[in-house]
């Protein structure tokens, strides 16, 4: 069975740093592309990195561009997302997903809080 499970969030002051990781099993990670969006309080989930099967191409959301970096060990069935210089307007959780054979699978999320 397909899971995708998020860690690694928590609450930490602005300026600071966390590694979230995805977690996976059921597919064979090497073969697929790893998204990373989220979702704060009345607003809308968004898509803040993702990083592909064939190249390790990645893509940033422009918001996080410069203090996120996105990383896969497929040794590990494991995604990571790097997260540094934090900011309160990055307050969220933190979600992973994979596109598996015609349908969109989602973890159930990590919160990340960023205050003083």
């Known amino acids: 069975q397909l899971q995708l499970v998020e860690s690694g969030g928590g609450l930490v002051q602005p300026g600071g740093s966390l590694r979230l990781s995805c977690a996976t099993s059921g597919f064979t990670l090497d073969y697929y592309a790893i998204g990373w969006f989220r979702q704060a309080p009345g607003k809308e989930r968004e898509g803040v990195s993702c990083?592909?099967?064939?190249?390790?191409?990645?893509y940033f959301a422009d918001s996080v561009k410069g203090r996120f970096t996105i990383s896969r060990d497929n040794a590990k069935n494991t995604v990571y997302l790097q997260m540094n210089n934090l900011k309160p307007e990055d307050t969220a959780i933190y979600y992973c997903n994979v596109f598996f054979r015609g349908n969109t699978h989602w973890g159930r999320g990590t919160q990340v809080t960023v205050d003083s």
């Open positions: 990083i592909s099967s064939s190249d390790d191409s990645t």
